[in-house]
């Protein structure tokens, strides 16, 4: 059996450690937090022809470095995590999100947005055939269709392979069904596909 002096000296050194534990925890607490500053890189990229040279915090995507820091706002943020293809734009010839890419990973990239691509005053073909075809409504999608549409053309003649076309030299011209399977990461909220489509044939001088 535990004597009463045991008992006590017990109390005393657990109540000690306590009271150590509380005092260094109040330190702590005390201590004014310092922020880390955030880590920057300098990177340059090639943009619709142009070099621009950036310095980016590390975490920037692709698509705010557009956006935000050389005000290219004709790419979309739509969900920002790759959902919806509003962000699409061409880098060195292929379509990517450009909300899922940090900006700092394209060092040297040659980048095309819809700016890129034409003017209002001398449409790409693309361009021009989605206006014909009513292939936008309110206009938020259209951006990242356009992009995605000109390079799914551009992989259908390096003839890239599609889960509905395997071989492509065996049909050469895209059909509707493949076009609109290559454009599947591009949402449209108004409902656009079928005008989106027929843009896509006109240019692609496809019979469907
Ligand atoms: S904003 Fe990039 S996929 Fe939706
Ligand atoms: S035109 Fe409105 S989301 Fe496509």
Redesign the pocket.
């Known amino acids: 059996m535990m004597s009463e002096m045991e008992m006590s000296r017990r109390g005393v050194l657990a109540g000690s450690a306590a009271a150590a534990a509380l005092a260094a925890a109040r330190q702590v607490e005390a201590q004014p937090v310092k922020a880390a500053a955030p880590a920057t890189m300098p990177v340059s990229l090639t943009v619709n022809g142009k070099r621009r040279d950036l310095t980016l915090d590390t975490r920037t995507t692709l698509l705010d470095a557009l956006r935000e820091h050389l005000k290219l706002t004709g790419t979309k943020k739509g969900c920002d995590h790759g959902q919806c293809g509003a962000c699409t734009v061409i880098v060195n010839g292929e379509r990517i999100n450009s909300c899922l890419s940090l900006a700092v990973q394209h060092q040297g990239d040659e980048v095309k947005t819809i700016e890129g691509l034409g003017t209002p005053d001398k449409l790409h073909p693309m361009q021009a055939a989605f206006v014909r075809h009513d292939g ?7 951006p990242g269709q356009i992009c995605s549409a000109v390079a799914v053309l551009d992989e259908i003649k390096r003839g890239v392979p599609s889960h509905v076309q395997a071989d492509l030299s065996a049909r050469p011209q895209p059909t509707n069904i493949e076009m609109r399977e290559r454009m599947s990461g591009n949402i ?3 409902g ?1 596909y079928s005008n989106i489509a027929e843009a896509m044939a006109e240019v692609a001088g496809a019979k469907g």
Do not use: E, H, I, S
């Not at 936008?136 to 259209?142: A, R, V």
């Open positions: 936008y409504q309110c206009g938020y999608c259209t449209c909220r108004c656009a």
